[in-house]
């Protein structure tokens, strides 16, 4: 067998080197039945409990909209699994010492975020998938019933989710593993900002203007404005995408400038200790 041979900084060679990283993490997930169940364990359990709490508040009558709640469940999932699952993707390699040992082979570290970012989708699609089949059977809300608006809120929420993800990267690359904490805990600051599961408008009038800096707060209203008859807000959807882009550059330049310190510095090799 010919062995086909790429040039080192070709459009295919990078690209075989993002799926190296795909390849891998997956060879691990296939031989780990703990981690294909650690996929799916906490987004059931959330989607179980918020469910029958809704239903629970439908019978005492309680004046809200179902889908409201099932919906920012579903859609919550997406922003925490994409924050989460890069970021621990990164933390695995800390904790067997392996990132050191990535940072001495041909790819590159925008390679090997792109890899871990491909590998999440790749779960968060998976969950999300048993996530929207048991709420249709449990509750009889369907997803899809948010309509075309579902594509560019769940391309909002990723894309911010990957955002915090770097940036939980970055702290841990400038501070070393005592700030782990940071990739489970950063998704959970703009929660309350988000109006995830209530309208921004009942926030204090100074956290209601740091939530229009939030591009998932606009997420969430829109849906809940879609669910409740009014048409896509496209508006508030560019401004929440335009937000986005913020993010993911500031999250980049951190990231850079981070991984060039920690190089000049030799602060990668604790990461091989």
């Not at 390849?23 to 918020?50: G, Q, T």
């Not at 699609?125 to 809300?141: N, P, R």
Request: charged share 10%; no cysteine; aromatic share 12%.
């Amino acid at each position: 067998m010919t062995a086909i041979a790429f040039e080192p900084h070709s459009t295919q060679a990078r690209w075989r080197r993002v799926a190296g990283v795909v390849y891998r993490d997956l060879a691990a997930m296939r031989r780990s039945p703990i981690r294909v169940f650690e996929i799916l364990f906490w987004p059931v359990i959330e989607l179980v409990v918020w469910g029958y709490v809704t239903l629970f508040l439908q019978a005492n009558k309680v004046p809200f909209i179902v889908s409201m709640l099932l919906g920012a469940v579903l859609l919550w999932q997406v922003l925490h699994r994409a924050s989460n699952e890069v970021s621990i993707g990164f933390l695995e390699d800390v904790w067997s010492r392996n990132l050191i040992n990535l940072h001495v082979t041909p790819v590159k570290p925008g390679e090997y975020v792109t890899g871990l970012i491909l590998f999440s989708l790749i779960k968060i699609a998976g969950g999300l998938a048993v996530m929207v089949t048991l709420a249709y059977v449990l509750y009889g809300f369907g997803l899809f019933s948010v309509g075309i608006g579902l594509i560019p809120f769940m391309a909002v929420l990723l894309v911010l989710g990957w955002a915090l993800a770097l940036v939980a990267i970055s702290a841990v690359l400038r501070f070393g593993e005592g700030a782990q904490v940071i990739a489970w805990s950063l998704v959970f600051v703009f929660q309350p900002v988000a109006g995830v599961f209530y309208p921004v408008s009942v926030l204090p009038e100074p956290l209601q203007w740091l939530a229009t800096a939030v591009p998932a707060s606009h997420v969430f209203e829109g849906m809940r404005a879609v669910l409740g008859g009014a048409p896509v807000p496209w508006d508030t959807l560019a401004l929440a995408a335009g937000l986005d882009v913020l993010y993911v550059g500031v999250a980049l330049w951190l990231y850079t400038a981070t991984l060039r310190h920690a190089r000049s510095k030799g602060r990668l090799s604790r990461f091989g200790e």
